[in-house]
Every structure is written in C-alpha cells, then in structure tokens.
C-alpha cells in the first residue's frame, strides 16, 4: 500500500485542465464551452486537493469547497446568460454572438436596461 | 492504493477526452459526470473523503441537474432518442463499480492513504482561520442568486414582447 505520489495527482490535473482547455478553444456550442470551463475548473479542485494531501492539511479541501462554491454561482449566472442569448437569437454558436452585436434589435435591448 | 488511482485517472481522462468530442450536449453531460465520479474515486484515494462526497453531490449531482435543464429549456425536440450513447458511459462506470468492489473485497480500506484529512479537520479550518472566506462564498452565492434571477426575468419578458 504504497501512497500516491503527488506528481502523479499534479499530472492528472493538468492534463484534465489542458483537455477543458482545448474544450473550450475547439467548441463553438456554447453549451459546450460551459461544460468545458467546469472541466477546468474540477482539475484546479483536484490540485489543491492533491496539494493538501500532500502536505496533509485541511487547506485544500477547504479551497475546494470555495471552488465549488464558485463553479455553482457561475453556472447559475452563465447558464441563465445561455438561456438570454438562446431567446434572443434562436441559436448556441458562441460566432453567433459577433453577429448579433450588429443585430437591428440590439438598440432595442439597451434601451430596455433599467 | 497505485491500482485504484491509476483506474480512477485514466477513466477520468478517457471520459473526458470522450467529453469534449461529444457532438451532442446530453452525451456529453453523460461523459462529464462520470468523469467527475472518476475524479471523486481519485479524490478518495488521495485521502480526501469528505471532497470526494461533495464532488458527487454537489458537482455530480446539483450542477449537472442545472445542464440537463437548461437543456431541457433550450427545446425538448433537441433530446436525441435513446440510442446506443448509453453504452460508453456505462462501460466507463462498470470499470469505477468494478474498482468500489476490488477496494471493497481487500476489506484494508481502513485510512489506508498516506495522509488523511478528515472532515472534521476541514470544518474546523472552514470556520475557523477561513471563516472570512466562508463568508465570502456566501456572498457569492447570494450575487449568482440575485444575477441569476434577474436574467431570467429579462428572458421571459424578451419572450413575451414577441
């Protein structure tokens, strides 16, 4: 019962981000994207848990629970902007959004800001 | 404990490599949370157990439900019948079943990793040193709350204008 070594965890974690990373770079769905920054944002948990288990200390786990915090307000936020851009334009092509700046209905849109 | 990391990461990069070339979302959500069930067994192993239960509940389970409506929302007609998708994700987590049996059928999985936090630990760091940042998070959560309210406001009344 040999333990870990953490270069090993550190690796994972890095090749877990990097693939999120080509996720969101290569996806144009935007639904995609957002999965894919979770990915990212899950590999970043599993380093600082690697990091406390390393040094064995409470520290990682508890900035994974800050991040996981995180990624719930972000999701709620960014999925509810989803939901906003779906409405407006009918479609998820994150390419769609340049698009859509020059939309005869953007003026429309700001000037309902209040 | 090497075995049970090395299966728990490899089926955490194959999901999620399998992820990320998924053309349908729901397929997708499917790899992500085994994934995430994967990297919870790598969480364990590394001797954070409480995490690794939160990773599934929260990430798993909470987060993944918020996808799956919005995808839901975004148009019933775009759900895919269910076709053969089943099947790679349920391979995957037959592998992870298999790794809880093993590990369950050594019958030493008693603290067995080098250094375990226990949650005890992590709540008395939590509210203790980090409690400024507990209370950080809260206030996040309230301003994700508040920002998600208020954008779906906006989308319903963008629908009923047309």
Known sequence: MASIPYELGLLLAGVLFAIG???????????????????M???????????????GQADGQVMFIFLISMAAAEVAVGLALLLLHFGRSRTL???????????PSAPEAVGDER | MNVAFALGAVVAVAATILMITRKNPVHALLY???SLLASAVVMFVLGAAFV???????????????????IMLIGPERIPIPGKAWIGPSILSL????EVGWVLAQGSFTGQPAVEVTPKQVGMALFGPYILGAEVA?????????????LGRRAVQDERKK
């Open chain 2, 52 to 70: 690794a239960a939160l990773e599934v509940i929260v990430y798993a389970g909470a987060i993944m439900v918020l996808f799956v409506f919005v």
């Open chain 1, 41 to 55: 944002l899950n590999a970043a948990g599993l380093a600082f848990i690697v990091g406390g288990s390393r040094w």
């Open chain 1, 93 to 103: 092509d994150a390419d769609a959004l340049k698009a859509s700046e020059r939309s």
């Open chain 1, 21 to 39: 990373g080509v996720g969101v770079i290569t996806r144009r769905n935007l639904l995609m994207i957002l999965l894919c920054v979770e990915v």
């Open chain 2, 95 to 98: 592998v992870l079943l298999a």
């Open chain 2, 138 to 150: 809260a206030f996040l959560l309230l301003a994700g709350l508040v920002g998600a309210f208020h």
């Open chain 2, 32 to 34: 992500f949370v085994v």
